[in-house]
């Protein structure tokens, strides 16, 4: 028996493939109506690119393979190999056997397992809105966290992603990031709302006052928008002041006016 993994592409934040695995695969055969034992354990530890392999099984026996530790992945795809014929795909955690050769047989049962692991992607974009928005043409820096918690990565988890970007600006710039396991928790956060009198966090359509938001990754891709909103000063208002001006007369005479500020 042989061991794939398909990640699905994914990097964690240090640059190396993201890993997956221990897994564990069993075998169970009859023979004559009883359970039959292999020399090795019936059940085995297996790893990605590894090969486990049964020996001293009765020929004909009737067996049937299964991956009883899948560790998490999105779904299994077995590939059996008898008599120098290769099956077709399939999809699941177990595969039935023929009756197994001679010990002596060039052509050995074979099962080949791939274990297939997918990945998500961010979209973060910026709205800016409200009376005082015309006057807002900054950038807005947004932190992105994942971490991975599974049953190849326990608790405290694999950071898969921890990188800022700067997203709105004239350009109306937005932040994609793609291939984040599935699985992956990620907190997204404005950490500069820019003097903003109020920010909401929309994910998916659901909105949510702040300035973060903890999503889930899933196969697909999450839509994250932060709006800012901002109020324009009101227009400076004037007070009265007093003043004495000449008139033709000799003598002062006192008026009281008023001028707005602009």
């Known amino acids: 028996m042989s061991k794939t993994v398909d990640n699905g592409g994914a990097v964690a934040a240090n640059g190396e493939p993201v890993a997956y695995g221990p897994f564990e695969v069993t075998l169970e055969c ?54 120098g014929q290769t099956g077709e795909i399939i999809t699941g955690n177990t595969a039935e056997l023929e009756p197994l050769p001679d010990m002596e047989s060039p052509d050995q049962t074979s099962v080949a397992i791939t274990n297939v692991f997918t990945t998500g992607d961010l979209r973060i974009a910026k709205i800016v809105d409200g009376s005082g928005a015309d006057g807002i043409s900054r950038l807005f820096p947004v932190q992105v966290t994942c971490v991975l918690i599974d049953a190849s990565h326990p608790d405290p988890g694999l950071v898969v992603h921890d990188s800022t970007y700067e997203i709105g ?11 984040v396991p599935s699985g992956s928790d990620c907190v997204i956060t404005e950490t ?14 659901q909105e949510s006052p702040g300035a973060s938001a903890t999503v889930t990754i899933a196969d ?43």
């Open 30 to 83: 009859v023979w004559n109506e009883q359970q039959v034992q292999a020399l090795e354990p019936m059940t085995r530890t297996i790893a990605d690119g590894g090969t486990v392999t049964w020996t001293e099984l009765p020929q004909g026996a009737e067996c049937a393979v299964s991956e009883t530790e899948s560790a998490d992945a999105e779904y299994t795809t077995l590939v059996v190999t008898e008599g």
């Open 169 to 179: 600006g004239p350009s109306r710039s937005t932040a994609q990031i793609e291939g």
């Open 192 to 205: 500069d709302t820019g003097g903003a009198a109020a920010t909401t966090v929309t994910v998916d359509g």
């Open 220 to 262: 697909q891709t999450t839509g994250i928008v932060f709006t800012n909103t901002f109020i324009a000063p009101l227009p400076a208002t004037g007070s009265p002041r007093r003043c004495s001006v000449g008139l033709a007369k000799s003598s002062p005479t006192t008026l009281l006016w008023a001028r707005s500020r602009r």
